[in-house]
């Protein structure tokens, strides 16, 4: 086993602690994975960062922060059909911050959960904030956020998660949000050292309901001595059981 050199992602009963968006997915995608990685300090498989997407997601913020500062609504914005500009907010470069994100302490639990948000607008006409993804890719296939494939669902519960943040934080939100979804074009005749995007603006309506419940199952889990069971789903789990069994 790896474990990490220090404690910080390491749960303590009885002390507080830090649970990030993604560590809540983490717990929704399999509960032993997600034990051993916070309860017994192990590392989890990690993925390589995207620089590419982390390109698209900075040169966005650039972009939009133009309008931020000019309060005047971008493009984007107008397709929605809604009297958007993006929000002017002094915590607004914390919150973007993968290290610190909106924070709301849960004091039933004693865990701080945390998200880092890449954009929030506002409506004009409701005075109601509105949680903003970046997402890019490269597909020649239809972008939707139904097609029921898993990364999707999690893009979801990320919109969901930092809707409740905000709430939690005495802001009025809707539930409605949007992704701004760059789709790289590979239909061009040559690359001439540049990517042309074809970029969407998707709506999602978003459900704050299950996400307090959702802490206190992982809080029940975290307090717990025994390890958990595999989710039947869990590539992870099932690899290392078929390396295990050879």
Not at 60 to 88: C, Q, V
Not at 144 to 168: A, C, F, H, V
Request: glycine content about 4%; proline content about 3%; overall charge negative.
């Amino acid at each position: 086993m790896a474990f990490r050199k220090n404690n910080t992602y390491k749960y303590e009963p009885g002390k507080n602690f830090r649970l990030s968006r993604s560590a809540i997915d983490s717990f929704m995608k399999c509960n032993k994975c997600f034990y051993i990685n916070r309860r017994m300090n192990v590392k989890d498989i990690g993925m390589p960062g995207f620089s590419l997407n982390s390109a698209v997601d900075e040169l966005l913020k650039k972009e939009f922060d133009h309008h931020r500062e000019s309060k005047t609504a971008h493009p984007y914005m107008k397709s929605t059909g809604r009297n958007l500009i993006p929000f002017a907010h002094e915590n607004l470069d914390t919150w973007r911050d993968n290290f610190k994100g909106v924070s709301y302490l849960h004091e039933e639990t004693n865990l701080t959960i945390t998200g880092a948000i890449d954009d929030v607008w506002i409506d004009l006409d409701t005075d109601e904030l509105i949680v903003v993804e970046y997402k890019s890719t490269s597909t020649n296939s239809e972008i939707s956020l139904n097609d029921g494939t898993p990364w999707k669902e999690g893009y979801k519960r990320q919109i969901d998660i930092y809707q409740w943040l905000l709430k939690m934080n005495g802001f009025q939100v809707s539930d409605d949000s949007w992704f701004i979804y760059a789709n790289g074009l590979k239909t061009v005749d040559s690359f001439s050292n540049e990517l042309k995007f074809d970029t969407l603006v998707l709506k999602y309506t978003g459900s704050t309901d299950w996400v307090e419940p959702k802490i206190l199952e992982i809080k029940k889990l975290l307090d717990q001595d025994t390890i958990p069971e595999s989710s039947d789903n869990c590539e992870t789990c099932s690899y290392v059981t078929s390396v295990n069994s050879l």
